[in-house]
Structures are given as structure tokens and as C-alpha cells.
Nanobody, 119 residues
């Protein structure tokens, strides 16, 4: 079995910072793409950022220059450093990972962690 567990959400101040973590565990051979998505209240889930195993990152325009995605391959963990937070960043944040347990990969999702930006 494979499990993705997120942590680090909560209440953030406008202009402040939060750091999310997501650790994958279980029967894992290797992980290729990892990423973060978010679902604001009343809206659809949207891409925040992705990162390849080699460290190439891609960001949504709305978070470029404010958020940084990184990963630790040895720990099967992906991080999201969120700076200069604003109320529009309020959402449930989900991590995902394309995990190989054999010759083929499957996409797994975390359970989500709430981020609320408010003064």
C-alpha cells in the first residue's frame, strides 16, 4: 500500500509564510513527478506547482515568485514553501505523486490540508 500524508497547514497571516510537507510511504520503487494542487472554497481544484525527480519545477502564474516547491528524494517527501501569503491562497492543499511500485506508475493523492490566510 502507498500513503501520502500532508502536514503544515493552518492559519497564516497576510504577508506571512507557511510550509507544507507531504511524505509518501509504503511499497515504493521510485517516484517521478510530485506536485501540489489546491481547491479554494466553492472552486475547482487547480495546479499550484510540480517538480520532477531531477528538480525541475513548474508553477501556476498566481504563485510564481511567492511559492517554492522542493523535494527530498531520499525521504520521498515534497515541500511547498509559501511566502507573501494573501487571502486568495486560502484553500485545501493536496499533494500528489506519480509512484512506481513496478514497471508502471500510478498517481496517488494526499488527504488534503487546510490553509487559511486571514488577519
Amino acid at each position: 500500500q502507498v500513503q501520502l500524508v500532508e502536514s503544515g497547514g493552518g492559519l497564516g497571516q497576510p504577508g506571512g509564510s507557511l510550509r507544507l510537507s507531504c511524505a509518501a510511504s509504503g511499497s515504493i520503487f521510485t517516484i517521478s513527478l510530485m506536485g501540489w494542487y489546491r481547491q479554494p472554497p466553492g472552486k475547482q481544484r487547480e495546479l499550484v506547482a510540480t517538480i520532477t525527480r531531477g528538480g525541475n519545477a513548474n508553477y501556476a502564474d498566481s504563485v510564481k515568485g511567492r511559492f517554492t516547491i522542493s523535494r527530498d528524494n531520499a525521504k520521498n517527501t515534497v515541500y511547498l514553501q509559501m511566502n507573501s501569503l494573501n487571502p486568495e491562497d486560502t484553500a485545501v492543499y493536496y499533494c500528489n505523486a506519480d509512484i512506481f511500485r513496478g514497471p508502471y506508475s500510478a498517481r496517488y493523492w494526499g488527504q488534503g490540508t487546510q490553509v487559511t490566510v486571514s488577519s
